[in-house]
């Protein structure tokens, strides 16, 4: 018999690995399931070294073994770049006489392919150094005087330091929320979020005293497109008739509901930046002119020599127009000595200087070197050596290709149509499943069997549209409406396809263009309009250019778009400003553009699905799966499907997998096609190197198949079936894994706290630490509770003080407060479970109270509400 078990040829090699996020375990078994003989073959596991990888993998970030290196290597571009330019200008400036006084080299510029080597020696003792204030005035004086060549020299050098922000980035900015004066924003029944109000009325200040300062709160009331809000802000620059965009948080404590207005925090630097960019557009109206940046810090100089003015993040925009300026005021000039250089300047001088700074053989180098000519000086220092931008590689190859159609690229997930797609295809998941008698069993009993049946077509057009004006939708949400409009019977009938924890995600993009679109914006351009979204969303996503110049690519198309669709809008610039500062994150569907057209009007619904946009083919199509006796698995899916919604050929709404069946058939099948069964472990090969967008998952990826490379080598046969437990951690997105460590940092910290106020009780018991904690007066006796050699708190204690935090101090069953000194005596108070153990297990944190002992054995194995109805 046991030879027969060996030599048996339906004995079946079946391969088990459980993957992890730093290890992979894995078991070789030999078994028969019919007769249930097996045996193991082998087993064993493959640790995978991790690092700060896995901490970044946790927390949501996905990072390479590589990325500390890249930055490095990134940060030493920039420096050697820097050093190009830096030396460059330097070179140019010695050649015309032009050099500072101040700089010296530590060698000649003698190899053009070296000129970054070159360094600046240090200042010499008692030589001159220009202060802040000298600098400024120098500039002021160049703007509207003629100054010698070195002072020009030394300016033009400057503004080779002080390039200015350029602008053009893709990735939008994430916004974070203080939460200095405002507590217990994520607690529930609270809630926060972004809108543009105009501000109505402000109160007089009222002062109080906050953590020891005195602060001042006002009484504000704004107008957002939503309707009048009245609340407290401690801004105290808001005027009124202003428009912002508020952070709007409302609180609910104990039924009575508090708004409170503060300003959105965004990035450090931004900030300074529009607030300069505010204060000189201020001064420029009350002088009547451009005012530059050297007269504007000259007079905060002036005002206050100890002002800072280095700190500030000044746009490229207003370095290159002071440069201008003082170049045409110096250039033009006769008095000048700039002047009289460039009337003697040769075109073979400024040929020698071209030939040096650009001295490569390929065509762009030469086409440098005939602009340089053609152009002259200014040219050459302003815009090939001091503002000189080198465009971004173009990484549109790295873009996924589309699943169904061949040569496609894969769409923004931020397109208006792939929102579009998206939303269609949550509210498409969902079905009421319904539970009918099913005859009788042997013992007479009734029998139930489910069915399911789709969400009414006017239910599925209501969350649509909703969700075309929200964030997201909750499952309750949805479950009510349900019950209310539709008669959902509770125990009979169950919504399905959506988790009770999960929400259906709304469309971003829209609510991201309708947030800038504010103050009746959106409508005067007839946004409503889906081709106008698009439009728009097309510039913002894909025009370069510094958001905030007028003249950039990007903003001016924006001002286009508006001029376009509307002749009332008053600040025509400054709102295209504020519109081209929109960003978009740049993540990709998994199909293109032309896949999502071709499906989208299956998955439309209700009076936003016309049957006559469906294409001849996919009609003709439809009607073959009716009429036909069909083999093809998924087209008899697809069959079954159809026969069994009769409506949804009328209504639309098909569910997503079968709106891509009728479109594109057996897809999956022609996607592996091609691909050749593997023969020996030798074919098993790594992906490649950032083939996968997550590079732990890839390192885990080729870890495994080099496991199953390594094991059919091993045995001398490949196994016949592989079965792959998944890590709880790899199966949640980004998203969702940030979620969860967040949480978890706040539990450790909440833990600490508690462990360190244990460790304070029980080591000095006095009435000031009891006072300091808000114990009651009748507190007694705490040494007695405490009389052991204490160290450190245990995991109960720990346990038994958060939930006594979260009771605020009282049983739930009696109403009665729990006094500290009596929380960590066993004979009178317990940590009870809402649902009992022997019921449900339930062992979690949120399924514990502290309660009185008596009051629990009292409660025994019955629910906390049957308890409480008994109460009540």
């Not at 030396?87 to 006489?97: A, C, P, R, S, W």
């Not at 300069?276 to 420029?284: G, H, R, S």
């Not at 549209?465 to 997201?472: R, S």
């Not at 679109?517 to 913002?540: A, P, T, V």
């Amino acid at each position: 018999m046991e030879k027969m078990y060996f030599e048996s040829n339906i004995m079946k090699k079946i391969l088990g690995l459980d993957l992890g996020t730093n290890s992979i375990g894995w078991a070789l078994i030999e078994a028969d399931f019919e007769s249930k003989q097996g045996k193991i073959l082998g087993m064993g596991s493959r640790t995978i070294p991790m690092g700060q990888e896995l901490s970044k993998f946790e927390q949501g970030q996905a990072q390479t073994k590589n990325a500390k290196r890249r930055v490095d290597r990134s940060a030493r571009k920039l420096n050697k770049r820097y050093k190009q330019r830096r030396n460059k200008l330097i070179y140019v400036l010695q050649q015309l006489d032009m050099l500072p006084e101040q700089i010296k080299l530590s060698e000649e510029f003698n190899n053009p392919l070296k000129i970054d080597k070159v360094s600046i020696l240090p200042i010499a003792q008692k030589q001159k150094q220009y202060s802040a204030i000298d600098l400024l005035e120098l500039r002021v004086r160049a703007l509207n005087e003629p100054v010698s060549l070195k002072e020009l020299g030394k300016i033009i050098y400057l503004f080779n330091q002080l390039r200015g922000y350029s602008g053009g980035g893709n990735e939008p900015e994430k916004q974070e929320i203080d939460s200095d004066l405002v507590e217990n924003e994520d607690r529930k029944g609270n809630e926060s979020f972004l809108a543009f109000g105009k501000v109505i009325w402000i109160s007089e200040a009222e002062s109080f005293i906050y953590k020891g300062k005195e602060l001042k709160k006002y009484k504000v009331k704004i107008e957002t497109e939503d309707g009048e809000l009245e609340g407290d802000t401690f801004l105290n620059l808001l005027k009124e008739g202003e428009s912002l965009e508020f952070l709007i948080i409302k609180t609910t404590k104990k039924n009575e509901e508090t708004i409170t207005f503060k300003l959105p925090n965004k990035t450090n630097w931004r900030k300074k930046m529009e607030n300069l960019e505010k204060e000189l557009n201020e001064q420029a109206k009350i002088n009547g002119r451009e005012i530059f940046l050297s007269e504007y810090f000259l007079i905060i100089l002036k005002e206050n020599r100890w002002a800072k003015i280095r700190n500030n993040v000044v746009l490229r925009s207003r370095y290159q127009s002071e440069f201008d300026r003082i170049w045409k005021t110096q250039s033009e000039n006769p008095k000048s000595e700039l002047y009289d250089m460039l009337l003697h300047l040769s075109q073979n001088k400024l040929f020698d200087i071209l030939k040096f700074i650009f001295p490569g053989t390929k065509e762009t180098q030469e086409e440098y070197r005939k602009a340089g000519l053609e152009k002259g000086l200014y040219h050459i220092i302003k815009n090939q050596i001091i503002y000189y931008q080198r465009e971004l590689k173009d990484q549109s190859n790295l873009i996924s290709d589309c699943s169904f159609e061949k040569g496609q690229k894969a769409v923004s997930k931020s397109h208006p149509l792939f929102q579009e797609y998206k939303i269609w295809e949550q509210i498409n998941k969902l079905t009421i499943n319904t539970k009918i008698e099913d005859g009788t069993n042997r013992k007479g009993e009734i029998k139930y069997k489910y069915i399911d049946k789709p969400v009414p077509a006017a239910l599925k057009e209501w969350i649509f549209d909703e969700l075309q004006e929200k964030k997201e939708i909750s499952f309750s949400v949805i479950l009510n409406k349900l019950i209310k409009i539709y008669n959902l019977r509770s125990g009979v009938d169950f919504l399905n396809g959506m988790n009770p924890k999960a929400k259906l995600r709304g469309n971003e993009t829209k609510l991201i263009l309708k947030k800038v679109l504010c103050n009746g914006l959106w409508d005067k351009l007839g946004m409503s309009n889906i081709e106008r979204q698009i439009e728009l969303w097309d510039i913002l996503y894909n025009a370069k250019g510094n958001e905030y110049e007028i003249s950039s690519d990007r903003t001016s198309k924006v001002i286009s778009f508006l001029k376009q669709y509307s002749t009332e809008i008053p600040d025509i610039q400054q709102t295209a400003i504020e519109i081209s500062k929109t960003k978009f994150s740049r993540n990709y569907a998994a199909m293109s553009l032309k896949a999502i057209e071709k499906i989208l009007p299956l998955v439309r619904c209700g009076t936003k699905y016309f049957s006559n946009e469906l294409s001849e083919i996919l009609n003709e199509k439809i009607i073959r799966l009716l009429n036909e006796n069909l083999s093809d698995p998924f087209e008899k899916a697809a069959q079954e499907y159809l026969e069994n919604n009769n409506d949804i050929l009328i209504h639309g709404g098909i569910m997503n997998a079968y709106a891509i069946i009728l479109v594109y058939g057996n897809h999956t099948e022609n996607k592996y096609a091609e691909i050749e069964q593997i023969q020996n472990p030798n074919q098993i090969l790594r992906l490649k190197q950032g083939e996968l967008r997550n590079p732990l998952v890839e390192q885990l990826i080729n870890e495994a198949l080099m496991v199953v490379k390594d094991i059919w080598k091993e045995f001398k046969e490949k196994p016949q079936e592989i079965r792959i437990e998944l890590a709880r951690e790899l199966k949640n997105n980004a998203e969702r894994r940030a979620k969860i460590y967040k949480l978890n940092s706040e539990n450790q910290k909440t833990n600490d706290e508690v462990r360190n106020l244990l460790i304070e009780l029980k080591q000095e018991i006095t009435l000031a630490n009891i006072e300091k904690y808000k114990i009651w007066a009748s507190q007694e006796s705490l040494e007695e509770i405490f009389v052991k050699e204490y160290k450190d708190p245990s995991k109960s204690e720990i346990e038994k003080m958060r939930l006594w935090r979260e009771q605020g101090h009282i049983s739930p069953y009696t109403g009665k407060p729990i006094p500290l000194s009596k929380l960590f005596d066993r004979g009178m108070y317990d940590v009870d479970h809402i649902i009992p153990q022997s019921r449900y297990f339930d062992d979690s944190f949120t399924n514990k109270v502290i309660c009185e002992k008596a009051v629990n054995r009292e409660k025994n194995n019955r629910t906390a509400w049957s308890i409480l109805r008994l109460v009540l």
